[in-house]
């Protein structure tokens, strides 16, 4: 059963430091989503990216926030310097566009389970 | 732009109650609807999913009709249990973005 993965499932790190989230794509996805999810918030896309290039990270603070695809395997979201404020849960999804296909928009995604994330 | 909206939660329900979620949406061209499901502790899952008008989705007794001409695509199940207590999100495709639209999710509780 083909699962996304995300480590560490849980985090608590200090005001200042440095935070690096991982996530394993499902084997043959095209497309990976960072979100964060608020009680206040609620879900809000971060980032994402096709073929290991970003398509978009207009949801993204661009002065502590940044996200990779090292490779097809591996996508990272890092915060640098951590702040309170950045507490929350991210989530990494994963999905498959098919090219050639009238709808080219990203279909169903699969969520990993979170990395629960507190800033003191 | 493309949005989706939810009816406000939280829900709580009996077991064995009818249940409605209120979903619409605003979206150009022809987006496909998706209904996901959090369980606590957990992501997002698929529940179901519609890819054109009069088009149902169903899923562990969940249905969800997409009906283009009042932008619509409610939620419902005949009879809820304790095990459906969970957040609902429905979303819709940008097919310009190439993502999916989230709406602010609706958390329903079912008693025994």
């Known amino acids: 059963d083909a699962r996304v993965t995300q480590t560490p499932r849980h985090k608590v790190t200090e005001m200042g430091q440095e935070v690096t989230m991982r996530c394993q794509p499902i084997?043959?996805?095209?497309?990976v989503f960072w979100y964060r999810q608020t009680m206040m918030q609620g879900l809000e896309l971060l980032a994402y990216?096709?073929?290991?290039?970003?398509?978009?990270d207009s949801g993204m603070p661009k002065d502590r926030f940044s996200a990779e695809m090292p490779d097809a395997t591996l996508a990272t979201l890092k915060i640098q310097p951590s702040e309170p404020r950045d507490s929350a849960v991210y989530f990494c999804?994963?999905?498959?566009?098919?090219?050639?296909?009238?709808?080219?928009?990203?279909?169903?995604?699969?969520f990993g389970p979170g990395t629960r994330l507190l800033v003191l | 732009g493309n949005s989706v909206t939810q009816m406000e939660g939280p829900v709580t329900l009996s077991e064995e109650a009818f249940l409605t979620i209120n979903c619409t949406y605003t979206?150009?061209?022809?987006?496909?609807l998706f209904w996901y499901v959090q369980y606590p502790g957990e992501g997002l899952q698929l529940l179901l999913k519609?890819?054109?008008?009069?088009d149902k989705g169903s899923n562990k007794g969940f249905e969800a009709t997409y009906r283009k001409e009042t932008t619509s695509f409610h939620l419902e199940k005949g009879s809820v249990q304790v095990s459906d207590s969970a957040v609902y999100f429905c979303a819709l495709s940008d097919q310009g973005a190439q993502k999916l639209v989230f709406g602010q999710g609706t958390r329903l509780t079912i008693n025994p």
């Open positions: 990216f096709r073929n290991r290039a970003p398509l978009d």
């Open positions: 979206a150009t061209g022809y987006p496909s």
């Open positions: 519609a890819t054109k008008a009069d």
């Open positions: 999804a994963s999905g498959l566009v098919l090219w050639g296909r009238l709808d080219l928009s990203a279909e169903t995604q699969y």
């Open positions: 084997l043959g996805h095209n497309t």
